[in-house]
């Protein structure tokens, strides 16, 4: 009887284990310790909210890849809330500076981007340069037979839908915008007119705009970061090949769709292309399994037989969904390993693969943040299929969404 | 000489009416049509002014191997239920399941593992079936559905379901079933029929399947 326990004990216990998703590190990526203080000076709240308020905080320095919240750290930050407002004192050890001017309104979802702000603000302080706190994420979720485009908090709060089709949406992504900007539209693919077709439409509300009304299936739409040419894969030709079409994000379409690769009775999918917009990586099946390649997106006229591609993913049989980092030194993409898909990595400066997840679960459709450092993921290691979101600095990923319904195809905002 | 004079003038004006510049000469198999593709195309006996395409095609995207490939693009790429299209959305199109004559001609075809390739004697019946029915019923539109099993990648299993439709219809085509009679739509992954995990759901759901209209 006690043998019986015992074994049931150790299987429980080695169930536990295989339920986290870990990021294998590079073991030269350190995080510095941040001690940080939050003082409730009449703030206006009761206590309960300045709680949260803190938590929020603490979650954004804990996760944005550069430090981690600790009782000791040679960088601090102290907080206070006095009557509505945050004043904030951050230290490298060396210098202080100060943060004033964030108003708070007592609404939690407001507030809580006011502390994303608060964060991006520190993060900008001690390394000079921006963090993901007020970072979004587009993504469907999927519910029986409907599937819809949702935006998210980079940390997965305020979720809200963006499409009211009753029908099927997929791979959304967001348009990049102009410099210093926000994004303020997104495409995404709609089965609501029969054949997948790609549509624009704005962030803010409203009915979405075909893009192209190019006849066959439109899928997986890219924008460039320039913003003048999108990427997406279409059949018209009668094979699922890849298309480019000049676009103007406010005035459409400005030049016909062109094909710029194909490849016998292969499928092509998930364009990505590089942050100058000169290459484009994707998925195709040429070679007998679906593998990453990558191309030079050729000029108007170049022949087929002259095209390119170099093979990205050669450490394993199966990969896909290829996304290209905003700097342009690494490629994220999904692969089969060892019967599960997990994150993979290529680094160009490197030339080397990484495998980036592992533990149980098909992890697919990686997506950049702006940073080079986090990517979110849909994984099915809990069932239904779940966002998370892992940084290549910390061993643990965090998982973003929870609920009714699959949640898939993540789109980090640009 | 007169005559003669006369002869050449209309030679050369029947060259110069039904040639565009760019003009390139290409024997064509078994058709009487010619196909016209961004800036490079042939003159054609047929003097009607052939419709600009609305996309660019890789120039050498020639597949003098698969002539119904020619038929496939030339057909109107306008897509059912756009503007300008003759045939409605794909609402009117119905499942061939609900009627007993076409559901014994619109079969559901079934595809290896990771291939689009049409195999079997069950399938190969299903499309000559299939051709025979259209070719008899030129008002018939049909949808062809490409569908895959849970196992690939999600985002490019919706390049794998086209990929089938495709295949599907390219094959329909070259049995001479009119191509712009037909649409293929893929659903990737996303409309299993099948739930379980087995090899045997997983067969059921790699699977080509028919919507039908008639006009």
């Known amino acids: 009887m006690f043998r019986l326990i015992l074994l049931m004990s150790l299987c429980l216990v080695s169930l536990r284990a295989e339920e986290e998703i870990v990021v294998m590190l590079s073991t030269e990526n350190q995080l510095i310790p941040i001690t940080v203080g939050f003082a409730d000076e009449k703030s206006g709240f009761d206590a309960g909210y300045v709680k949260k308020l803190e938590d929020v905080l603490r979650f954004d320095l804990n996760y944005n890849g550069m430090t981690t919240v600790s009782n000791q750290g040679v960088y601090s930050v102290k907080v206070r809330v006095n009557e509505h407002k945050l004043y904030a004192r951050v230290s490298n050890g060396k210098q202080e500076k100060s943060i004033e001017g964030l108003v708070l309104s007592g609404y939690l979802n407001e507030d809580r981007r006011v502390i994303h702000r608060l964060a991006n ?17 587009l993504f469907t979720k999927k519910m029986g037979k409907n599937s819809e485009v949702w935006e998210a908090d980079y940390d997965g709060q305020n979720a809200r839908q963006l499409t009211q089709e009753g029908g099927y949406c997929v791979t959304p992504c967001y348009i990049p915008p102009k410099s210093g900007k926000m994004p303020g539209s997104y495409l995404y693919v709609s089965y609501k007119n029969g054949q997948p077709k790609i549509f624009a439409a704005p962030l803010k509300g409203g009915n979405g705009q075909r893009v192209s009304y190019l006849g066959g299936n439109q899928l997986m739409p890219t924008m460039s970061r320039q913003r003048d040419v999108l990427a997406f894969i279409s059949d018209v030709m009668g094979n699922p090949d890849l298309f480019i079409l000049p676009f103007n994000p406010e005035s459409g379409a400005t030049d016909k769709p062109r094909q710029i690769y194909s490849a016998g009775l292969a499928a092509q999918g998930t364009p990505s292309f590089n942050p100058d917009g000169s290459k484009v990586a994707f998925v195709s099946n040429k070679d007998g399994s679906p593998r990453v390649y990558v191309m030079d997106v050729p000029a108007l006229g170049t022949r087929l037989k002259d095209i390119k591609t170099q093979l990205i993913s050669k450490s394993n049989q199966e990969s896909t969904a290829p996304a290209w980092s905003p700097d342009g030194t690494k490629m994220a993409y999904c692969s089969m390993t060892k019967g599960t898909r997990q994150i993979w990595m290529y680094d160009f400066v490197k030339k080397e693969e990484r495998q980036l997840t592992q533990g149980p679960g098909n992890k697919e459709n990686p997506s950049w943040a702006s940073n080079s450092l986090h990517i979110v993921f849909n994984s099915t290691a809990v069932g239904d299929s779940e966002i998370y979101l892992l940084n290549l600095k910390q061993p643990n990923t965090l998982k973003l969404t929870s609920g009714p319904g699959d949640k898939r195809f993540p789109n980090f905002m640009p | 000489m007169k005559k003669i004079s006369v002869f050449s003038l209309l030679i050369v004006g029947l060259l110069f009416t039904s040639c565009e510049p760019g003009y390139r000469s290409r024997q064509v198999r078994n058709r009487e049509e010619f196909l016209h593709r961004g800036n490079d195309y042939m003159c054609s006996t047929d003097t009607r002014a052939m419709p600009e395409p609305d996309f660019i095609a890789l ?46 001609i619109f079969r559901t075809l079934h595809f290896p593992y990771n291939s689009s390739l049409i195999k079997g004697s069950e399938n190969m019946d299903t499309i000559r079936a299939v051709a025979d029915y259209m070719k008899a019923n030129p008002n018939v539109y049909v949808f062809i559905e490409g569908h895959t099993d849970e196992r690939g990648a999600e985002a490019f299993n919706l390049s794998l379901g086209a990929r089938r439709s495709n295949a599907v219809r390219s094959l329909l085509v070259k049995h001479g079933v009119n191509a712009d009679n037909s649409f293929t739509v893929s659903y990737g992954k996303e409309r299993p029929v099948a739930f379980g995990h087995t090899e045997e759901d997983w067969y059921q759901n790699r699977r080509a399947a028919f919507k039908v209209y008639t006009k």
């Open chain 1, 121 to 137: 603000a520190i993060h900008f302080e001690l390394f000079g340069t921006q963090g993901i706190a007020e970072s979004r994420f």
């Open chain 2, 59 to 104: 120039p050498d995207m020639n597949r003098n191997d698969e002539i119904a490939m020619n038929d496939v693009v030339r057909s109107s790429t306008i897509s059912p239920g756009d503007p300008g299209s003759r045939v409605p959305g794909i609402e009117s199109f119905r499942d061939p399941k609900d009627d007993p004559q076409l559901s014994a």
